[in-house]
T-cell receptor, first 114, second 116 residues
Framework: AQKITQTQPGMFVQEKEAVTLDCTYD???????LFWYKQPSSGEMIFLIYQGSYDQQNATEGRYSLNFQKARKSANLVISASQLGDSAMYFC???????????FGSGTRLQVQP | GAGVSQSPSNKVTEKGKDVELRCDPI?????LYWYRQSLGQGLEFLIY????????KSGLPSDRFSAERTGGSVSTLTIQRTQQEDSAVYLC??????????????FGPGTRLTVL
């Protein structure tokens, strides 16, 4: 069974600074995908970034990058140049060949301060 | 194009009543997923459809919960004899196919269910 652990219930960051949101995972499947979603107060789930277990390079999407350390089973999200609109809940999720649905972590609430 | 839509957006019901929640996936998406999010919690998987069949129902919490999908499109999640612990936001997601690990799941806005 897959498992995602997000150990930071809440994080604060100053506007324009970078922030790292932690995520560790567990799966016995060598083939898996890791996802990060953002959930603003409006409740919608917004896909941010994806990392495949066989990808050689860390994924990047604009201001989002994923610090993928396979041996440590870690997939931290890095947000550069934080903006006030980045304030939201952030969820890490995993999917492997054994289960097509996503398994989510408990989330990290990020607050960007001016 | 239209995203995933869900109805109703809010539902208040009395304990013991049955409720139906509807999901309209993105056109052409063959995979459909139901999740539940309790207040302040992460998302909990309920059931997934590939076409009209449900290969994985392992997340349904009890036999009061059921779901169906017709025509490879609309899905209905039914909760019978609702209990207060069923209160949550029910989220539906769809994707092009379940096969690819990198297939992004697109989420609907959710239905907020309150059981009094």
């Amino acid at each position: 069974a897959q498992k995602i652990t997000q150990t930071q219930p809440g994080m604060f960051v100053q506007e324009k600074e970078a922030v790292t949101l932690d995520c560790t995972y567990d799966t016995s499947d060598p083939s898996y995908g890791l996802f990060w979603y953002k959930q603003p107060s409006s409740g919608e789930m917004i896909f941010l970034i994806y990392q495949g277990s066989y990808d050689q390079q860390n994924a990047t999407e604009g201001r989002y990058s994923l610090n993928f350390q396979k041996a440590r089973k870690s997939a931290n999200l890095v947000i550069s140049a934080s903006q006030l609109g980045d304030s939201a809940m952030y969820f890490c999720a995993i999917r492997d060949t054994g289960r097509r649905a996503l398994t989510f972590g408990s989330g990290t609430r990020l607050q960007v301060q001016p | 194009g239209a995203g995933v839509s869900q109805s109703p957006s809010n539902k208040v019901t009395e304990k013991g009543k049955d409720v139906e929640l509807r999901c309209d996936p993105i056109s052409g998406h063959t995979a459909l997923y139901w999740y539940r999010q309790s207040l302040g919690q992460g998302l909990e998987f309920l059931i997934y459809f590939q076409g009209n069949s449900a290969p994985d129902k392992s997340g349904l919490p009890s036999d009061r919960f059921s779901a169906e999908r017709t025509g490879g499109s609309v899905s209905t999640l039914t909760i019978q004899r609702t209990q207060q612990e069923d209160s949550a936001v029910y989220l539906c997601a769809s994707s092009l196919a379940a096969g690819g690990l990198n297939n992004e799941q697109f989420f609907g806005p959710g239905t907020r269910l309150t059981v009094l």
